[in-house]
């Protein structure tokens, strides 16, 4: 299957980069668990992929709680940063979902950070 698998074999090249913050896709199962990423890059920011642009099933905020609360494991809550896995507008002429699901996802992201601040600061 195309792209599957966890972040374990880029670790070794994404430990080397001279960089803040990764942005990694986690809304999906296919890239694994954050336990493999979060063991060795806990020194820089996350951009943590919550939720999935190419679906039209708008992710719970409890499913996105449960994901930021993994990453928590690893990094400070100033540290993540929640988003979308890649973005809902990969191409110019053809968006990758509909406007009113895209909405809807995001606001699912705001309400669970609503929710994570007030639990964690």
Not at 6 to 20: F, G, H, N, Q, T
Not at 48 to 74: F, H, Q, S
Not at 77 to 95: H, I, K, M, V, Y
Request: proline residues 4%; aromatic residues 8%; charged residues 25%.
């Amino acid at each position: 299957m195309l792209l599957t698998g966890d972040y374990a074999k880029l670790l070794p090249a994404l430990e080397r980069m001279k960089v803040d913050q990764f942005v990694l896709e986690y809304a999906t199962p296919r890239a694994g668990d954050i336990d493999v990423v979060g063991g060795s890059l806990s020194d820089r920011e996350l951009g943590l992929g919550v939720v999935n642009p190419r679906t039209d099933d708008v992710e719970p905020v409890d499913y996105i709680i449960g994901k930021t609360e993994k990453a928590l494991a690893y990094y400070q809550p100033e540290q993540l940063f929640l988003n979308t896995d890649c973005g809902f507008g990969c191409f110019a002429s053809r968006s990758v979902n509909v406007e009113e699901i895209a909405y809807k996802k995001l606001c699912s992201i705001v309400e669970a950070s609503r929710i994570l601040r007030k639990k964690h600061g």
